[in-house]
């Protein structure tokens, strides 16, 4: 079995249905501020983490699954390498979740996978080298 | 309009359907180690917040809202009073929030409440007085 890895969630993404919506929702709800946008998402600087929406369609097809199934949203765990990544997965796969989306190359850089846990939870097994892990697990958004 | 709320996700549980099952897959997958656990739940110290998983009828009870609907997922924000919680419900429903449970003392102390953002994703707004939340945003597990 590979080692642990860090006990770290990098990004939670929710699905939304209407991205300016939703902005305008963590804007004057939360008073949130995002560090990143475009038309279809914002990611905000969280607390040693990222939080993201994303329009549903879009994440759906990141993932190779329907918008609705269990839920339009995504936990991301995110590891120092390519390497790392085939690893976790094929580390989560041997412990009982299911593969969504085999590691390939995003259009916006990086190498990345998603895997469902046991009761089909997704999660985003990612490797982006613009965005640092601090050796406390801690992640920050960078383009 | 209130001031902001702290750009800070302190929790982030997942419903299970059999949470032994989901320890050993967070265990043997991620290699992750539990800070606390029972038999119906498990948390875990992440970098900066905490993960959780509970078993999936617990969770929906807690949030007043069927399992299934849109995900058994909840994700929480902390703040610093019982006051600061009901502020900040407020806040969210002038927002567009619709209510799941209004505020009230859970069985283990403190104070929340859940609203669901305008895409139904779950929010508890929480008060835990063992919980301290760093100027950073940072939380740490404590019971």
Known sequence: MDKSLMQQISLVTLGV????????????????????EMDDLAFYQMNGLVFGIWDKAQLAEDMLRPAAAPG???LAHNVASREAVDAAISRLLAAGATLLRAADAPPHGGYRGYVAD????????????????????AITFAL
Chains 1, 2 share one sequence.
């Open 17 to 36: 249905a209407d991205p300016a919506r939703a902005k305008r929702f963590y804007a004057e709800g939360f008073g949130w501020a995002p560090v990143f």
């Open 72 to 74: 339009s949203i995504a």
């Open 118 to 137: 046991p009761d089909g939870h997704a999660w985003e097994i990612a490797w982006n080298p613009a965005w640092a892990i601090e050796e406390s697990g």
